[in-house]
């Protein structure tokens, strides 16, 4: 079980959440100022090239002010949807 970015689930992750950033017209410096964190932090997530793990992702939602519940529930229905149109590889394989 590798951690890929590629996923297709993980990409609809990261592009609801770079939506989310946008759609409230916060910089990816004002997110990395609210975590104390970098711009390229930010930067490496949202294009893919950083992992984030559950913790992160919800320290994430935090500082935008996001209900994580309410941003999985939305990740859900989309990924509902997305798997609907194609069948999606699985992520965990025996």
Same mark, same amino acid.
């Given at each position: 079980m590798?951690?890929s970015?590629h996923h297709?689930?993980y990409? %609809?992750?990261i592009? @609801? ?7 409230? &017209?916060?910089?990816?410096t004002? =997110?990395?100022s609210?975590?104390?964190a970098t ?10 090239e950083r ?5 992160? %992702?919800?320290?994430? @939602?935090e500082?935008?002010?996001?209900a994580?519940? &309410?941003?999985l529930?939305?990740? =859900?229905?989309?990924r ?14 025996p």
């Amino acid at each position: 079980m590798g951690a890929s970015t590629h996923h297709e689930d993980y990409q %609809l992750l990261i592009k @609801l959440l770079k939506d989310s950033r946008v759609d409230m &017209a916060v910089p990816q410096t004002g =997110l990395a100022s609210r975590l104390d964190a970098t711009q390229t932090f930010i930067s490496k997530v949202e294009r893919g090239e950083r992992r984030l793990d559950v913790i992160e %992702l919800i320290e994430i @939602l935090e500082a935008l002010g996001i209900a994580p519940e &309410a941003f999985l529930k939305t990740f =859900l229905q989309h990924r509902q949807a997305s798997h609907k149109k194609q069948k999606v590889k699985r992520k965990i394989t025996p």
